[in-house]
């Protein structure tokens, strides 16, 4: 079975540039979640959906960055315009069910470098 | 205060023998969810084992356990029999509540594996 796929793998963007990072969750998963990874602040929850719909937006650093899930099997986490404090690795994940043993399965990241 | 505290910032161990990753939790909340992942040098987020709240008993998986001790707030992965594949950073996790999947990461600990 097909994990999590996330797009692209690396990205190498200049500051000011709008960078848009690409999700597809596992088939039949109805929660979707987006962290970023940091040497300095570690691994933090960006945005989650549930049913396509955005539960908890309380991590999204500013407004600069916005996420969507238009279906049940895309999201995109968009950046604009990017900064050189965004380089991150950028994960995905995604789960089935709500609460309780509620497993999140991660994709590979995405590691994003603004210059 | 630290919701998730990994006390050890790095571990080794020898090939073959039993190895305890410390992790401590700070809730309220009678329900939560305790998760440990690792993730090797290639970066991605792997799921290992899951401990409810009101898991009577320690959670196993393979050659993973977890040491719950709730009074004491402790959830230690012990991994048994220790391979040079463990060799990775181990991430403690926990969910608060029931009325979120939004997952609160601890710092990690690194563990060395040696032959």
């Known amino acids: 079975d097909a994990g999590v796929i996330q797009s692209p793998r690396h990205e190498v963007t200049e500051m000011g540039q709008e960078v848009t990072l690409r999700c597809k969750p596992i088939s039949g998963h109805n929660s979707l979640f987006w962290y970023r990874q940091t040497m300095m602040r570690g691994l933090e929850l960006l945005i989650y959906f549930n049913n396509n719909v955005p539960i908890d937006d309380s991590g999204m650093p500013e407004d600069r960055f916005s996420a969507k899930m238009p279906n049940a099997s895309f999201s995109t986490l968009k950046i604009q315009p990017s900064e050189p404090r965004d380089s991150a690795v950028y994960f995905c994940?995604?789960?089935?069910?709500?609460?309780?043993?509620?497993?999140?399965?991660f994709g590979a990241g995405t590691r994003l470098s603004v210059l | 205060a630290q919701k998730i505290t990994q006390t050890q910032p790095g571990m080794f161990v020898q090939e073959k023998e039993a190895v305890t990753l410390d992790c401590t939790y700070d809730?309220?909340?009678?329900?939560?969810?305790l998760f440990w992942y690792k993730q090797p040098s290639s970066g991605e987020m792997i799921f290992l084992i899951y401990q409810g709240s009101y898991d009577q008993q320690n959670a196993t998986e393979g050659r993973y356990s977890l040491n719950f001790q709730k009074a004491r707030k402790s959830a230690n992965l012990v991994i048994s029999a220790s391979q040079l594949g463990d060799s990775a950073m181990y991430f403690c996790?926990?969910?608060?509540?029931?009325?979120?999947?939004?997952?609160?990461f601890g710092t990690g600990t690194r563990l060395q594996v040696f032959p």
């Open positions: 994940a995604s789960s089935w069910g709500r609460t309780g043993k509620n497993i999140q399965y």
């Open positions: 996790a926990m969910r608060e509540g029931d009325n979120t999947d939004k997952l609160i």
């Open positions: 809730t309220s909340d009678p329900s939560y969810g």
